[in-house]
């Protein structure tokens, strides 16, 4: 069976996620600050009765802060923890036509340590991102 | 099969540790029948399950030692000291078996039959020597134990329960907007009530009597007891308290380590007891209570107590302690050094506590629980150790308060008090770059939790409250937070690693409302903010505090400067010898340091962190009166004469923190902290000593000179006046000057090796002191 995506908008690009690694896509309520956490930790929230730990998707490609009210973020339980990683907007659930294959060419600041290859889905060209990498965040670069 | 074998392991495991007791006590009492029985009944069960499973070694063993037992059931033998022994060696052997079974290893068999051999009413007695070693080996397997229930599958139960908890609060929120309905609401509480009793029992599913932890000493005690020819008599008490199953397990290598320790370094062997007026027999007591949410096990000893001044002389030895700390160490603060890693009272290392184990780990390991350990002692009458723990590892109570407009937790074992900003009982003090508190004449250290965690205050100073926090271990202090909300238990998780990499947080948890709130780790909240100093470093501070108040007096003359990076920052006037322009080329970065050369002298340069792009460079020569320290800056600003506010940083440094001049901030440099940094022994000529060195020798050149240097002495001019003279054997020497003359030769009168380097410094430091004196 062709592997599932997850269409999203993060940093003004169209990206796909393993839609094997979501958990779900929720509207998050009400954020709650974690001062002096990792810097692309945007606060807790609270689904379900589990704390979530949310990731800002922006913060964790170094491309800025995410600001305004809550948005999408997709659900995505990593090493043990459930994170909420914030994007600009999940599209869709669609089939990739063909295996990743690895991206050619640079792909920009931020964007090379989460991408996973680029993927042929519709007749578009996705960029396969890793949620694991966008959780890590930065500071995983280093090590 | 296997589930069968498990099964079989676990609860020969189980009854071997059960049955630990039962034989000391037989040991006791030979005739007490129903011991005899309890041990023969093992044995027995032992035999016919290993039988079962084909085990034939295990058979052999429990066969032999259930055909002496049965000898002494029908009195054909007496229950000696022999068979006892014998008897506890095989099944020390059956549990060694048991846990190799387990684990897959192979254990050696040629013991077995000297084992069994021993049994025999004829046996010698040399044929028992490897009963001891076998006894102590046991003792380090037993770190692999688990519970027949898997612990998972509970902590699955208990946060199922806990889900079960927030979506009932959520529902009940939900219920409070619709209309009324009382059939609905007479179900919904039914419900809550299920709830709430599932989760007691769930949670009392993972307690344990303490009993088991203590059923292993009675063995404990009599095996060292007998190794070290002391007479011990442990009493046990409040076996039947309950506690965390895992709680158990986490506490059981420790005590075992203070037992341990209480037997070997505590009780006195029986004829020195006498000579001390004490019985003979030494009596050991452990106990446990349960205390609120705490549960305290003490263990008491009527030993020799721990002598703290000799702790105080082996840390002071060892560096630990400097002489005037030493001297303000309270009578608890110097027992409780014995808690300091690498630091025993004992003389020697003995077989049973010297294993490199100290009471350091044993400490760590409770607090690593959330524990806390003390120490009270009496010389020559015994020592009194205090285990405080948490009832559980999930629940904990804690505090709900709120700061910068948030709700933190704080776990309640670490509150020792709340107060109110403003009453009379609490006094605020700024030393440099901290801030003190004085609650009833007891000094501690400020911390704000806003600024701790980098946010805005929304609270003016009035509507504060003071927590006082004594993290497990640790030293008390202060805390200022907004506001105090309530007492709640919470069920506390672990937070996602890019959180707890803040340092501040011990976990999350979810309030009734669903939100999630973080909890406060009260030690990590004082590392953070750096205030791990006790009172005695409080002391000091204000000491030194009370001779900078006289620089930064009430109105400050303070010269505004721009650094070179293009901050504005302030030091007083006072500080300020001249303003110079230095040449660049006369910067180098030299030991460690940037220094400048001015003036045939050199200096630490502080303000850049390498030369800068430029011909010249600006700089600051600031002065405590003996040491300089050039600081580099761009331009000056102003001089100003004002009153401080200052806004202390947050943790020690170069700036002592920040006040507004104009509206606009400007940073106070931290002069105290320039000089404690900079300064050093080689900046200053004036106080410098000068060692004067015999002149053309090549050894004198590259070993000696290097080396007298490195010790903080100028070497001397030719021609120039020395403080001391080293001279080598046969060199004339000037009268009336303070000589240290070096000999090539080891032996010799009068002089000192030339490789002796320990008796070089002492002779040299004596030399100095003839000059001064």
């Known amino acids: 069976?062709?592997?599932?995506?997850?269409?999203?908008?993060?940093?003004?690009?169209?990206?796909?996620?393993?839609?094997?690694?979501?958990?779900?896509?929720?509207?998050?309520?009400?954020?709650?600050?974690?001062?002096?956490?990792?810097?692309?930790?945007?606060?807790?929230?609270?689904?379900?009765?589990?704390?979530?730990?949310?990731?800002?998707?922006?913060?964790?490609?170094?491309?800025?802060?995410?600001?305004?009210?809550?948005?999408?973020?997709?659900?995505?339980?990593?090493?043990?923890?459930?994170?909420?990683?914030?994007?600009?907007?999940?599209?869709?659930?669609?089939?990739?036509?063909?295996?990743?294959?690895?991206?050619?060419?640079?792909?920009?600041?931020?964007w090379d340590r989460v991408s996973l290859g680029m993927i042929e889905a519709e007749g578009e060209l996705f960029l396969l991102v890793d949620p694991h990498q966008l959780i890590a965040g930065p500071a995983a670069r280093a090590a | 099969m296997d589930e069968l074998i498990n099964d079989f392991i676990a609860e020969t495991r189980d009854m071997a540790q059960a049955?630990?007791?039962?034989?000391?006590?037989?040991?006791?009492?030979?005739?007490?029948?129903?011991?005899?029985?309890?041990?023969?009944?093992?044995?027995?069960?032992?035999?016919?399950?290993?039988?079962?499973?084909?085990?034939?070694?295990?058979?052999?063993?429990?066969?032999?030692?259930?055909?002496?037992?049965?000898?002494?059931?029908?009195?054909?033998?007496?229950?000696?000291?022999?068979?006892?022994?014998?008897?506890?060696?095989?099944?020390?052997?059956?549990?060694?078996?048991?846990?190799?079974?387990?684990?897959?290893?192979?254990?050696?068999?040629?013991?077995?039959?000297?084992?069994?051999?021993a049994l025999s009413s004829e046996a010698a007695v040399p044929a028992l020597q490897p009963e001891a070693a076998a006894a102590v080996e046991t003792d380090n397997k037993k770190a692999v134990r688990s519970i027949r229930l898997s612990v998972d599958l509970l902590d699955r139960m208990m946060s199922g329960v806990s889900d079960a908890v927030l979506a009932r609060n959520e529902l009940a929120r939900r219920l409070r907007d619709m209309p009324r309905d009382v059939a609905i609401e007479a179900a919904f509480d039914r419900v809550s009530q299920c709830i709430a009793e599932i989760r007691d029992a769930i949670t009392r599913t993972r307690m344990q009597r303490i009993d088991s932890l203590f059923a292993g000493l009675p063995r404990l005690v009599r095996d060292l007891s007998a190794d070290l020819g002391k007479q011990v008599r442990l009493q046990a008490d409040g076996g039947d308290v309950e506690m965390d199953r895992e709680m158990i397990e986490m506490i059981r290598d420790p005590l075992t380590h203070i037992v341990r320790n209480a037997i070997d370094h505590g009780i006195e062997a029986p004829e020195a007891r006498e000579e001390a007026g004490k019985p003979r027999l030494g009596t050991l007591k452990v106990s446990a209570r349960q205390a609120g949410n705490q549960i305290i096990i003490e263990v008491a000893d009527d030993g020799r107590g721990i002598d703290g001044d000799a702790l105080v002389r082996k840390a002071r030895a060892v560096g630990l302690l400097t002489a005037e700390q030493a001297d303000k160490l309270s009578a608890g603060q110097k027992q409780a050094l014995v808690f300091s890693p690498g630091l025993s009272t004992a003389g020697e290392v003995t077989a049973i506590s010297g294993r490199g184990v100290g009471m350091d780990v044993v400490r760590a390991n409770i607090e690593r629980i959330g524990g806390v350990v003390d120490i009270d002692s009496r010389l020559g009458h015994g020592v009194r150790l205090c285990i405080r723990v948490p009832l559980t590892l999930t629940i904990i109570p804690a505090l709900t308060i709120s700061a910068a407009g948030q709700v933190f937790a704080i776990p309640r074992s670490a509150i020792e008090e709340i107060l109110r900003v403003g009453s009379e009982a609490v006094r605020f003090d700024k030393v440099g770059e901290a801030q003190v508190a004085t609650v009833r004449g007891r000094r501690m250290p400020m911390i704000a939790l806003c600024d701790l965690l980098g946010v805005e205050q929304v609270v003016s100073d009035s509507e504060r409250r003071i927590i006082l926090v004594k993290p497990a271990g640790g030293e008390c202090y202060a805390l200022g937070v907004a506001s105090v909300h309530d007492h709640e238990e919470l069920v506390v998780k672990p937070a996602a690693p890019a959180v707890m990499s803040a340092g501040l947080y011990a976990g999350t948890t979810l309030a009734d409302d669903g939100?999630?709130?973080?909890?406060?780790?009260?030690?990590?909240?004082?590392?953070?903010?750096?205030?791990?100093?006790?009172?005695?470093?409080?002391?000091?501070?204000?000491?030194?505090?009370?001779?900078?108040?006289?620089?930064?007096?009430?109105?400050?003359?303070?010269?505004?400067?721009?650094?070179?990076?293009?901050?504005?920052?302030?030091?007083?006037?006072?500080?300020?010898?001249?303003?110079?322009?230095?040449?660049?080329?006369a910067i180098g970065f030299s030991a460690g340091k940037l220094r400048l050369a001015l003036d045939g002298r050199i200096m630490p340069l502080c303000g850049c962190d390498a030369a800068p792009d430029a011909e010249k460079l600006r700089i600051l020569r600031l002065t405590d009166g003996d040491t300089e320290v050039a600081y580099g800056f761009a331009e000056v600003i102003d001089i100003r004469s004002l009153v401080l506010d200052l806004q202390s940083a947050p943790a020690p440094g170069e700036v002592a923190g920040a006040f507004l001049v104009d509206g606009a901030p400007v940073e106070l440099l931290d002069p105290h902290w320039l000089f404690s940094l900079h300064a050093d022994a080689g900046s200053d000529r004036a106080t410098q000593p000068v060692c004067a060195l015999p002149e053309g020798d090549s050894w004198v050149d590259v070993m000696l000179r290097p080396m007298i240097e490195g010790l903080g002495y100028r070497i001397a001019r030719a021609g120039e006046l020395a403080d001391i003279l080293i001279a080598l054997e046969d060199q004339e020497v000037p009268q009336d000057v303070n000589v240290v003359r070096l000999r090539s030769a080891v032996e010799g009168q009068g002089s000192v090796y030339r490789y002796d380097r320990a008796a070089l410094i002492g002779a040299l430091a004596a030399a100095k002191g003839r000059k001064h004196g």
């Open chain 1, 1 to 110: 069976m062709a592997e599932l995506l997850l269409i999203a908008r993060l940093a003004g690009r169209r990206i796909a996620f393993p839609a094997a690694d979501v958990e779900a896509v929720v509207e998050l309520e009400g954020l709650t600050p974690a001062p002096r956490a990792a810097p692309h930790v945007a606060g807790l929230s609270a689904l379900r009765s589990r704390v979530l730990t949310v990731i800002d998707g922006l913060a964790a490609l170094e491309a800025g802060r995410t600001e305004g009210p809550a948005q999408d973020a997709i659900v995505v339980p990593s090493g043990g923890h459930t994170y909420a990683l914030l994007v600009e907007e999940v599209e869709d659930v669609i089939e990739a036509s063909a295996p990743p294959t690895p991206a050619k060419a640079p792909l920009g600041a931020g």
């Open chain 2, 19 to 117: 049955l630990s007791g039962a034989i000391v006590a037989w040991e006791a009492a030979p005739e007490d029948r129903a011991r005899l029985d309890e041990i023969f009944r093992f044995v027995h069960t032992v035999k016919g399950n290993s039988g079962f499973f084909d085990l034939p070694r295990l058979q052999q063993l429990s066969h032999a030692a259930e055909g002496a037992l049965a000898e002494v059931r029908e009195g054909k033998r007496p229950a000696d000291r022999i068979l006892v022994n014998a008897v506890l060696a095989v099944i020390d052997r059956i549990g060694e078996l048991v846990q190799a079974l387990e684990s897959g290893q192979s254990l050696g068999s040629e013991d077995d039959e000297q084992l069994i051999a």
């Open chain 2, 515 to 585: 939100r999630p709130i973080l909890l406060l780790d009260p030690s990590g909240m004082a590392k953070c903010a750096g205030v791990n100093f006790n009172e005695a470093e409080i002391e000091r501070h204000l000491a030194v505090k009370a001779e900078r108040e006289e620089v930064l007096a009430a109105e400050s003359t303070l010269l505004l400067f721009r650094t070179l990076d293009g901050r504005r920052r302030a030091v007083p006037v006072g500080l300020v010898e001249r303003i110079e322009d230095v040449p660049v080329s």
